[in-house]
């Protein structure tokens, strides 16, 4: 299947869903946002790294930033974080660059600024961007790179068929909310305390038998 250019969700997005599926509608459906201090700590890091307009050529490897991409397949549009092409001798899976002669191989990689996560939601991501380069320039990706400002190091992420196919129906999903205007209900789960949404999706309120423990339990506690 294919989506048209009115249809594309935001591909940042997929991470959010990854997290947590309420989150991203909360975000991308509803319209709503807060910030936390992950959050910020996330944008002062992306200062650094989105700028359009810096090149960097070192040897055999060019340093693009702020690549708009899109998929048709994924139905999801963005902007990478860096893109680094890579000097090749050969034409396969290598594009061509109209300021650098010769063939580069394109290699995504993803800032961020925590650690590794204990799912896939930034591979995922990765992937996605991944899979927007394959399709705009008709070429297979292999592998990139997340790299995390906690610990200032890149991590190797291996395009496997498994993470390819998660992405393809996260995305998925993704459309099918987004298409029903459908909130998922809310969830306490331990991830809950990072987000930056959580006084806004109440996923406490599941866990109250009636208006009067919330007032009790909640409120009550936040007074005192």
């Known amino acids: 299947m294919a989506y048209l250019e009115d249809d594309l969700l935001m591909l940042s997005g997929i991470q959010h869903y990854m997290f947590c599926p309420r989150q991203w509608a909360l975000i991308h459906i509803e319209q709503q946002w807060n910030d936390n201090r992950l959050t910020v700590e996330g944008e002062l890091l992306h200062t650094n790294v989105d700028n359009p307009f810096y090149r960097q050529k070192n040897g055999s490897v060019i340093t693009l930033r702020s690549v708009s991409i899109a998929s048709y397949q994924l139905g999801l549009y963005g902007i990478s974080d860096a893109i680094e092409l890579h000097a090749s001798e ?42 927007c380069l394959e399709e705009m320039y008709h070429i297979h990706i292999e592998q990139g790179a997340l790299y995390y400002g906690e610990t200032k190091r890149r991590e190797l ?35 809950c305390r990072s987000c930056s949404l959580v006084d ?25």
């Not at 498994?162 to 789960?189: F, G, N, S």
């Not at 109440?202 to 005192?224: A, G, I, M, R, S």
């Open 157 to 191: 992420v291996s395009f496997s068929p498994h993470l390819r196919q998660l992405t393809i129906d996260c995305a998925e999903k993704m459309h099918q909310l987004y298409e029903a205007c459908y909130t998922p209900k809310a969830e306490q789960k331990s991830c």
């Open 90 to 131: 050969y034409s396969e899976n290598a594009i061509k660059h109209p300021d650098y002669p010769g063939w580069w191989i394109p290699y995504p990689i993803e800032y961020k600024h925590g650690h590794t996560k204990p799912d896939e939601r930034d591979e995922v991501q990765l992937m996605a961007q991944a899979i």
């Open 200 to 224: 806004l999706c109440l996923p406490q309120l599941n866990k109250c038998q009636d208006v009067k423990h919330y007032l009790d339990d909640y409120l009550y506690e936040k007074t005192t």
